[in-house]
């Protein structure tokens, strides 16, 4: 049981690359979220799903896309990438009937 | 606009000493209210968490103190340990639709020997 994991650990991407970060959670729940974390800032919401196929706004989505075709992937899309994109990406899950959200391990991404 | 305002920014206490993060919110409709303990490198994890219907919580040395008329919420480490050393974060959230977390903007704890 591997809980949630993200892939990759860490990036470097270029201004104006696109890449899609990666959430797996094999604890079967249905509400999945994305953060990222910012020194001082502390975590803010991307976008959630509440299962598979459907989506929606958090409080910082601009720049960022995601879809949910099972209840297992969540991933993050970053089509342009802007060096305010450079920030720790966390993803959660968390069960329909709990309240306790379970963090992945985190990809660090920085864009220069 | 932060939802959930939480000082101090860094904390440094003695071992044995009682540690204390204070955090604050506007919206009342908020009805849950957890701590988040992250090791550098890692996620959060949720280490104690209350309802409004509770003045406080206690788990081990952590314990919840909350004022529902103040809308304030505190984290309190008793017996500090170097252990302890972390970045701790309140959060509020609407447990009616997706849980969505708000956070502070976290508290760097290092206990020293």
């Known amino acids: 049981n591997a809980g949630v994991t993200q892939t990759p650990k860490f990036r470097i991407l270029k201004i104006g690359q696109s890449m899609t970060l990666q959430c797996a959670q094999d604890?079967?729940?249905?509400?999945m979220y994305w953060y990222r974390q910012d020194p001082g800032m502390g975590l803010k919401l991307i976008y959630y799903?509440?299962?598979?196929?459907?989506?929606d706004k958090g409080e910082v989505p601009n720049g960022y896309n995601v879809s949910r075709s099972t209840t297992e992937d969540f991933p993050l899309r970053l089509e342009l990438a802007a060096p305010s994109q450079t920030s720790v990406y966390f993803c959660?899950?968390?069960?329909?009937?709990?309240?306790?959200?379970?963090f992945g391990p985190g990809t660090r991404l920085t864009v220069t | 606009q932060q939802q959930v305002k939480q000082s101090p920014q860094s904390l440094i206490v003695q071992k044995g000493g009682i540690s204390i993060i204070n955090c604050a919110y506007e919206?009342?409709?908020?009805?849950?209210f957890p701590w988040y303990q992250q090791f550098p490198g890692k996620g959060p994890a949720l280490l104690i968490a209350?309802?409004?219907?509770?003045s406080e919580k206690k788990e081990g040395r952590f314990t919840i103190s909350f004022n529902k008329s103040a809308k304030q919420f505190s984290l309190h480490i008793m017996d500090s340990q170097p252990g302890d050393s972390a970045t701790y974060f309140c959060?509020?959230?609407?447990?009616?639709?997706?849980?969505?977390?708000?956070f502070g903007t976290g508290t760097r704890l290092t206990v020293i020997p």
């Open positions: 959060a509020a959230s609407m447990l009616t639709g997706a849980n969505n977390l708000f």
């Open positions: 959660a899950t968390t069960g329909t009937y709990s309240y306790e959200q379970y």
């Open positions: 919206n009342t409709a908020f009805d849950y």
């Open positions: 209350i309802r409004p219907d509770v």
């Open positions: 604890m079967n729940h249905n509400y």
């Open positions: 799903s509440v299962g598979a196929g459907i989506t």
